[in-house]
């Protein structure tokens, strides 16, 4: 999965396009929300590049999707549950 959400994040799928591409199949292999979500987060973590500093010195990435108050996606791992 996370070579998978790798691949996705390189090609330019938003996150939550990759947990509702790559969900469904993980959670039949046995995986839960919570390692879905960290797998995923993970591969965007390791294929977007380093985040950027805004003028007024805080940071942003394109990685806004997993900050950690975001809640875990909903059993159906769809857009909603993000």
Do not use: H, K
Not at 41 to 64: F, I
């Amino acid at each position: 999965m996370f070579w998978a959400a790798c691949r996705l994040a390189e090609n330019g799928v938003s996150p939550a396009e990759a947990l509702d591409a790559l969900g469904a199949a993980a959670q039949s292999a046995g995986l839960g929300d919570r390692e879905i979500t960290t797998t995923v987060r993970s591969a965007y973590r390791a294929t977007q590049p380093a985040s950027e500093v805004t003028p007024g010195g805080r940071s942003q990435s394109a990685g806004r999707w997993f900050g950690r108050s975001a809640s875990p996606p909903s059993a159906a791992l769809g857009r909603a549950g993000l």
